[in-house]
């Protein structure tokens, strides 16, 4: 029993990024990765650092992110 809590204290302080975190949720890793890959690449399009740029600047951002989008989708 204490074997069992040793190992689950390790695991849990176990410095782990946020993409292998998501990767924990999924059956297989093939799965994960096929996923996490296109999620990336739309989280990456549509979210900007809004505390390093301008409101007009986002704005511009944002419309360009749309229209990638629609285009992507149609």
Same mark, same amino acid.
């Given at each position: 029993? #204490?074997?069992?809590?040793?190992?689950?204290?390790?695991?849990? /302080?176990?410095?782990?990024? #946020?993409?292998? #975190?998501?990767?924990?949720?999924? *059956?297989?890793?093939?799965?994960?990765? *096929?996923?996490? %890959?296109? /999620? +990336?690449?739309?989280?990456?399009?549509?979210?900007?650092? *809004? /505390?390093?740029?301008?409101?007009? %600047?986002?704005? #511009?951002?944002?419309?360009?992110?749309?229209?990638?989008?629609?285009?992507?989708? +149609?």
């Amino acid at each position: 029993e #204490r074997l069992e809590f040793i190992r689950l204290v390790e695991k849990s /302080h176990l410095p782990i990024r #946020r993409r292998e #975190r998501q990767q924990q949720k999924f *059956r297989s890793q093939a799965s994960a990765q *096929r996923f996490l %890959t296109t /999620h +990336a690449a739309i989280y990456n399009t549509f979210n900007t650092q *809004r /505390h390093l740029i301008s409101r007009p %600047t986002l704005r #511009r951002f944002r419309a360009e992110a749309e229209a990638a989008w629609a285009t992507a989708v +149609a």
